[in-house]
């Protein structure tokens, strides 16, 4: 049985090929994690009043200067077909994944 206070794992989808090409348009993080927005607890009733922002589970960042894409394997529980998605798109575009843990955000003074 998974520890409930283990951290989920995380995959990291890196914006550049594997041909070492940044991978275009520009926005291509932001455009991904946005047609996954919906996928995050208390979406499904939310309707039209919903707000909008990334999914916890699917969510842009910049590490390095590099777009890349944080994948929660929780996505995985709520929406398969979604964790698919997400994962194919990496693959079609020969985008590498890594799986990691995001660090926690330093607290501002």
Known sequence: ???PEAKPREFFIHGVTVHGRPFRPSDWAER???VLSSYRPGAAGAG???FIGYSP???PVTIGGVKCV?????LRDIELMAF?????FARD???PVYE???LPEPERK
């Open 84 to 88: 698919n998605f997400v994962m194919n």
């Open 32 to 34: 991904l994690c946005g």
């Open 48 to 50: 039209r009043d919903a």
């Open 100 to 102: 990691g843990c995001s």
């Open 1 to 3: 049985m998974a520890d």
């Open 70 to 74: 944080v994948v929660d394997e929780r």
């Open 57 to 59: 589970y699917v969510r």
């Open 93 to 95: 575009n020969e985008l």
